[in-house]
């Protein structure tokens, strides 16, 4: 949106392509090929710009990518992106002709929709999603014979099927087994329609946890979302393989306003956070529009010239208000870092989304529309 030119003095994210390029070496290393590697660039690539990300990774000779809605995979298309697009999300039966015509692959969620999708007479390719214990999208990986009334339809092409690890993040033993038994079940399906000489085309079980904690396992595909990006989902994960990751983005603002307030006055909305003594306060133009995260308020920190400062007060929409009385020199114009380092400290997307009580994958996806991103390619 070239709008959001205009505002990228205001707070902005920058993205560091190195870093990107490093992360999808990191991740090859666990795989056999770039043919394994589908990059889950929806949600405008958890935040990052799914055209561009798309754009660096055509680059790099990785031609498979994923989406969750039909508007996303257009986006793709109608800049030029290469390789399959796979809608990992629902379509309308209405815009089927869509897929046709931006050559995508659409994913079947169960034997009711692909009916509906069969019925509209318009030829596409699919993957099927099987459900093996998350619950979903997907047939059951039991309903053999719902399974094969898709394989049966005329105008659905099936070039792959796929299921959804729901635990793979975690490594207590029941949840290992859990995934186990996901797995097994899914190989079991393929190995069935393999007899009944179907062909199942492209299989695909792991997305980043997936690979991170059961890097043995054999697919065409891996789908790698939050791994791609560099973060794990929360500081606390622990994974099986641990391979080296940068984070990719940065989340920046500045200082436009130095105030001091008394001892006993008040900052922000439903008057929340009271100076116990002289206070210097600095505004900051995000907010919780920009996907910052309400819960934030008195509560979480920004980096400033290199020091922690705590944000007071109430996040607002368009601002928030941060303490600096402890910071020298301080300036209207001083770098606020959110996210990312700032000197020799370094605030983490994984930290600040714990704090928020949520997990990277929100808060990077929520990042708002007003927010320009910056690539940097050093
Ligand atoms: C979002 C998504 C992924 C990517 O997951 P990450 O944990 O971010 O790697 C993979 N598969 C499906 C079906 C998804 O919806």
């Known amino acids: 949106m ?23 070496r990191s ?23 799914a055209v561009r990300i798309a754009q660096e990774l055509n680059k790099m000779d990785i031609y498979c990518f994923a989406v969750a809605t039909l508007s996303e995979a257009i986006e793709l298309r109608e800049n030029g992106i290469q390789g399959d697009i796979l809608i990992l999300g629902y379509t309308d039966p209405s815009q ?27 030829d596409i390719d699919v993957h099927i999603a099987i459900d093996t214990g998350m619950h979903r999208l997907g047939s059951g990986y039991n309903e053999i014979n719902q399974i094969e009334a898709i394989y ?16 793979s993040d975690s490594l207590k033993e029941e949840d290992k087994e859990f995934t186990e038994k996901q797995i097994q079940h899914y190989f079991e399906l393929i190995q069935t329609l393999k007899n009944k000489n179907y062909n199942v085309g492209k299989t695909h079980i792991q997305s980043s946890y997936g690979l991170l904690n059961y890097p043995h ?10 791994s791609l990006y560099g973060v794990y989902s929360s500081p606390y994960d622990q994974v ?44 900051v133009p995000i907010g919780y529009a920009d996907g910052l995260s309400r819960i934030l308020s008195n509560q979480g920190y920004v980096l400033v010239r290199g020091e922690k400062v705590p944000i007071v007060g109430r996040i607002c929409m368009d601002q928030m208000m941060i303490d600096v009385s402890d910071i020298r020199d301080i300036q209207v114009g001083d770098q606020v870092t959110i996210i990312g380092k700032d000197g020799n400290i370094y605030q983490s997307c994984e930290n600040i989304s714990d704090e928020s009580h949520t997990i990277s994958n929100e808060t990077l996806s ?3 529309y007003r927010l320009p991103r910056i690539y940097r390619d050093e």
């Open 2 to 24: 070239t709008y959001q030119l205009f505002d990228q003095k205001r707070s902005w994210i920058e993205i560091d392509l190195a870093s990107l390029r490093y992360n999808v």
């Open 27 to 49: 991740l090859l290393s666990l795989m056999k090929s770039k043919e394994q590697f589908m990059a889950v660039i929806k949600a405008d690539a958890y935040g990052h710009g």
């Open 96 to 122: 089927i002709s869509y897929i046709q015509q931006y050559h995508l692959l659409q994913t079947i969620t169960d034997v009711t929709y692909a009916l509906a999708m069969d019925e509209m007479n318009i």
């Open 152 to 167: 049966a339809l005329k105008h659905l092409h099936v070039k792959g099927i796929f299921s959804h690890l729901c635990v």
């Open 217 to 226: 396992l054999c697919c065409d595909y891996v789908r790698i979302g939050i």
């Open 240 to 283: 099986k393989s641990s391979i080296e990751l940068q984070p990719v983005l940065s989340l920046k603002s500045k200082i436009i306003l130095l105030r001091h307030v008394k001892m006993d006055e008040t900052i922000g909305y439903g008057r929340t956070y009271k100076a116990s003594k002289e206070r210097i306060i600095a505004v």
């Open 366 to 368: 929520r990042l708002g």
